[in-house]
C-alpha cells in the first residue's frame, strides 16, 4: 500500500500537466473496471460506447462494468484501494472516508469549475474538502418522502400525521416508516423541532473531535412525543419497503428509488406527497428530512494520462446527458441544474415531493460512525417508555452514548469487534475480541443458527466493517469469530 501511495504522488505531479496539455496527448485504448448500480450496468455500458464514438480525443475505454452497490463501494475500496474499481459510484456520507483512504483523485482546478457551475450547491458541497473537489456530482435526489394509497388516505389528510394513523387504523392497514430500524429515517422527527446533531472532524480529516447535538433537548422532547404517536399505533411497521404495499400497507415512507415499485403495485391509487405535520401541545411540527446525493469517483491511478482520460469519462457520465437519461430510464433525480429544469423531472411526482419536503430537510453531513447505532435505538425506547419521564430517560440515554464517543481510549478506537444477530441480539451489542498479531479472535464461542448474520467492525462504527456484505452463517454450530486485519477475512472457527 505504501510503494502505491508513492507512486500515486510521481502520478499526481505529472497529471497537473496533462491538464494543459493537448487533447491528442490523451489518445489511446484503456482497459479499466467501473462499478455502479445494478440497475443501470446495461445502460453506463451503452453511455460508455457512446463516449467512445463521439469524443474528440482518440479515448478509448475497454470498460468492465460491475454491480457494486453506493452502499458497499467504500467499504471494497478502502479494504484494496489498489484493487478498486477506476471510476466507482458510492453515497455522500462515505465521502470523508474514502478522501481518508487516498481512494478518490482531486478533479483539476478547470474541471472542478465547470462541475461546480453546473450542479446544485449542495451536491457539490457534499463532494468538496477545504477548497478541493474530489468527486463528481452523480444525483440530487437521496431524500425521502411519503407515498400512500389513495383508497385509505384521503388527500385531505395527507398533511396531518394524527388523521393518517387514523385513516389507517381504520383500514387495518400498515403505516411503513423506520422508527426502530433506521437512525436516518428517525431523525426526521428531531428535525420538525428545530434538533442538529452536526459533527466536526480535525483539520486532517481523520477523527471527529466535538458535536453539538440538541436531541435532548426541550425541542427533542417534543419531538419524541411526537413520534410516540406513530410507534404506538399497532398498525406502525419499521420499515422503507415499496413491498409493504403488497402486504397490506397503506402508507411507505421512502424515496424516488421506490417509484416505480410502488407505481407496479397501486397503479391509478398511487399517492405522492411530503411528509405529514405532527401537534404536540396544540402546535404543529412538519416531519423532516435528511438529504443527500450520490457522487461519482475516480481512484488516483499510477498512469497520469490514464487517470486524465478517467477524468474525461467521469464529466461525461455525470454530465447533463447522462442524468437525464438515467432519470428517463430509472428516476435517478439530476444534480445538474439544467436537467433538473426539464419538462420531464419536473413533472415527475416523485422528484415533486422529494422537491417539496426540501425545505424542511437537512443536508447529510459527516457523521461519526457510531450515530448510526446509537440514534437508531430511541425509537425502541420511545415505544417503550410509559410516560414523559420514561420519554426524557430515552433522550439521557442517547446523550450519554453520544458523550462516551469522546471519552473512547484509543485502544477502543482501535479494538475490533463482532455485531449481528448473534444471540438473537438485533444488531446493538459489539461482542469483543482479543488481537494477536493482526488476527482478532471472539473472546467467546457462540451458537449459531444458519443464517445468522453479522459483520467486524473496529471502534463499534461503521467507518471500517468487513466484509462488504454481511457474513452469513451457512451450517448451524457453536464457533468463534476470527478476523485478519491485514487482509480484511472473517471466518468461522468450530469449537
Known amino acids: 500500500m505504501k510503494k502505491f501511495l508513492v507512486l500515486l504522488l510521481a502520478a499526481m505531479m505529472v497529471f497537473s500537466m496533462f491538464t494543459t496539455a493537448s487533447a491528442s496527448s490523451l ?90 457551475a453546473a450542479n446544485s450547491a449542495g451536491v457539490v458541497a457534499a463532494a468538496t474538502a477545504g477548497d478541493t473537489l474530489y468527486a463528481y456530482p452523480l444525483t440530487a435526489d437521496n431524500g425521502y418522502f411519503m407515498y400512500y394509497d389513495k383508497t385509505v388516505i384521503p388527500e385531505e389528510h395527507i398533511d396531518s400525521l394524527e388523521a393518517i394513523i387514523a385513516d389507517c387504523e381504520a383500514a387495518q392497514k400498515y403505516f411503513a416508516f423506520e422508527m426502530q430500524t433506521s437512525a436516518w429515517y428517525l431523525a426526521s422527527f428531531f428535525f420538525a423541532t428545530g434538533c442538529v446533531s452536526e459533527w466536526t472532524m480535525d483539520e486532517a480529516g481523520k477523527e471527529f473531535v466535538s458535536v453539538r447535538d440538541t436531541f435532548n433537548s426541550p425541542e427533542g422532547l417534543i419531538a419524541v412525543k411526537g413520534m410516540k404517536k406513530l410507534v404506538d399505533s399497532p398498525f406502525h ?34 399517492g405522492v406527497a411530503d411528509l405529514p405535520s405532527f401537534e404536540v401541545d396544540g402546535q404543529s411540527y412538519h416531519i423532516g428530512s435528511f438529504n443527500g446525493c450520490k457522487l461519482m469517483g475516480v481512484k488516483p491511478q499510477v498512469d497520469a494520462v490514464k487517470a486524465a482520460a478517467l477524468h474525461q469519462l467521469a464529466q461525461y457520465l455525470t454530465g447533463e446527458k447522462c442524468q437525464l437519461e438515467r432519470f428517463e430510464k430509472h428516476a435517478w433525480g439530476p444534480s445538474n441544474l439544467n436537467a433538473q429544469a426539464s ?77 449481528g444477530s448473534i444471540n438473537g441480539d438485533v444488531w446493538t451489542i459489539d461482542l469483543p475480541m482479543t488481537n494477536t498479531d493482526g488476527v482478532w479472535v471472539t473472546d467467546e464461542a457462540y451458537a449459531m443458527e444458519a443464517g445468522v448474520e453479522f459483520k467486524v467492525r473496529q471502534g463499534k462504527a461503521w467507518d471500517n466493517a468487513f466484509p462488504a456484505d454481511n457474513f452469513k452463517v451457512e451450517a448451524a454450530g457453536t464457533y468463534k469469530v476470527q478476523f485478519t486485519e491485514a487482509t480484511g477475512a472473517v471466518e468461522l472457527i468450530a469449537q
Open 27 to 116: 489518445a489511446g485504448t484503456y482497459d479499466i473496471t467501473v462499478w455502479v448500480a445494478n440497475e443501470i450496468v446495461d445502460l453506463t455500458k451503452a453511455q460508455i460506447e457512446e463516449f467512445n464514438n463521439t469524443n474528440e480525443m482518440g479515448i478509448k475505454f475497454n470498460a468492465t462494468i460491475e454491480a457494486v452497490s453506493e452502499a458497499d463501494a467504500a467499504t471494497q475500496m478502502i479494504t484494496d484501494v489498489a484493487a478498486g474499481g477506476d471510476i466507482f459510484c458510492f453515497a455522500q456520507d462515505q465521502f470523508a472516508r474514502l478522501v481518508q483512504a487516498g481512494a478518490l483523485a482531486k478533479l483539476g482546478a478547470r474541471a472542478g469549475e465547470t462541475v461546480g
Open 237 to 270: 411497521l419499521s420499515s422503507s419497503q415499496a413491498s409493504e404495499f403488497s402486504s397490506g400497507a397503506a402508507v411507505v415512507v421512502t424515496g424516488t428509488w421506490s417509484y416505480t415499485a410502488v407505481q407496479e403495485i397501486l397503479g391509478e391509487n398511487m
Open 343 to 419: 419538462d420531464a423531472v419536473q413533472a415527475n411526482p416523485g422528484l415533486v415531493a422529494l422537491n417539496a419536503q426540501a425545505p424542511y430537510s437537512l443536508p447529510q453531513g459527516q457523521i461519526h460512525g457510531s450515530w448510526w447505532d446509537i440514534a437508531k435505538v430511541i425509537g425502541d425506547d420511545v415505544k417503550a417508555a410509559k410516560d414523559e419521564a420514561g420519554l426524557q430517560a430515552a433522550l439521557d440515554n442517547y446523550y450519554n452514548k453520544i458523550a462516551a464517543l469522546f471519552t473512547m481510549t484509543a485502544e477502543e478506537k482501535n479494538a475490533w469487534g463482532v455485531i
